[in-house]
């Protein structure tokens, strides 16, 4: 019979997936690698898997201990999601912007949710960062994996998501495309594609306009997940040939028609990568085969970006209208 014992082993060797009418009248290929369709839903679980098994090997976390993150997105369910599997308890500390949807999936997976005040500074008791710290020191047994510092983030995406592409592409991959968030999943694909083919692949960065990796100041920005106010440890900027810049209105209109023409629900940053694609792919030849990244599905983001009362409200949407065309945004 055909089955695994765990869900946990169906992590990772996510498919890739032609994109069609998006990327109509342009020369190269275009590849989406679907990372929604790890069992968490999202890139992040291959991460989560991976500080879990580090952590258990350096004796950071025994048997009964409990792991504490100050996250509540995918980083969390991929932790919730590993860790309860594995017999720990799992603490998500969150600020309480964070929408009832996102905890009530966190505590579906078993997760304990710390909701913290928002309108506080970092440095503040109360705060989630704080809060976080607190707990991790006085739970006993507690270790935070801490995915802005944490080696294994780009070296999970290093064993795994690197060679994935290179293989699936019969090692033909040209570009790589990814939005950078913590920037785990940019550094580690990019240096093992960067090391494999002797530097021929060309790595390229997705960014919303105002996030500092294309030098903003991290003024705010609506699409989740990618761009940052502070250069993490776990981002490698050398490992970047180029970091496109992407408005939200141009993600959040890619993730609509990537939905719709495309069969692919998935989240804004996706839509933030696809458009930072076919910007790269305007510039290319028939030989190209450019690889995009998709973090995660677009569940999470219906009553946003999926939603014309919330699009309108943040002037993504002419009132009455309909999206523009990709094709007037690029
Ligand atoms: N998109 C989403 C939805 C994410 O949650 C993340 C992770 N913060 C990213 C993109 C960026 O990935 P990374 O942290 O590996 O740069």
Redesign the pocket.
């Not at 968030?181 to 940019?186: H, N, P, Q, S």
């Given at each position: 019979m055909d089955y695994v014992d765990d869900i946990c082993d169906l992590i990772g060797d996510t498919p890739l997936v032609r994109i069609g009418d998006l990327a109509a009248g342009l020369e190269p290929l275009v590849l989406a690698k679907v990372e929604y369709l790890n069992p968490g839903g999202?890139?992040?679980d291959r991460i989560a898997q991976s500080m879990i098994d580090a952590a258990e090997k350096s004796g950071q976390l025994r048997p009964g201990g409990t792991i504490v993150e100050p996250t509540s997105?995918?980083t969390g369910v991929g932790l919730a999601l590993v860790a309860r599997r594995r017999g720990y308890r799992c603490v998500s500390v969150c600020p309480d912007k964070v929408s009832e949807s996102k905890r009530d999936t966190l505590k579906a997976y078993g997760a304990e949710v710390v909701v913290c005040p928002t309108s506080v500074p970092p440095d503040h008791p109360d705060s989630y960062y704080s809060v976080s710290d607190r707990l991790a020191r006085d739970i006993p047994g507690a270790w935070k994996p801490d995915q802005y510092s944490n080696p294994e983030n780009p070296a999970s995406h290093y064993r795994t998501t690197g060679p994935e592409i290179w293989q699936q592409t019969r090692e033909r991959v040209t570009h790589f495309v990814a939005?950078?968030?913590?920037?785990?999943?940019?550094s580690g694909v990019g240096r093992y594609l960067k090391e494999v083919s002797g530097g021929r692949v060309r790595i390229v960065g997705a960014d919303p306009e105002g996030s500092v990796y294309s030098g903003g100041t991290g003024r705010p920005y609506l699409v989740?997940?990618?761009g940052e106010d502070m250069w993490p440890q776990t981002f490698d900027k050398d490992v970047c040939d180029e970091v496109v810049r992407v408005t939200d209105a141009e993600s959040f209109a890619v993730t609509r028609r990537l939905a719709r023409e495309e069969g692919l629900l998935v989240?804004g940053?996706c839509g933030l990568a696809v458009a930072a694609a076919l910007k790269v792919a305007r510039g290319c030849g028939p030989d190209d085969v450019i690889v995009v990244l998709l973090?995660?599905g677009g569940r999470g983001y219906l009553a946003k970006i999926f939603n014309d009362t919330w699009m309108a409200a943040h002037g993504f949407l002419p009132p009455g209208g309909e999206m523009t065309g990709v094709g007037d945004l690029l």
């Open positions: 999202s890139s992040k997105g995918n939005g950078i968030g913590t920037g785990g999943t940019i989740e997940g990618v989240g940053s973090p995660d």
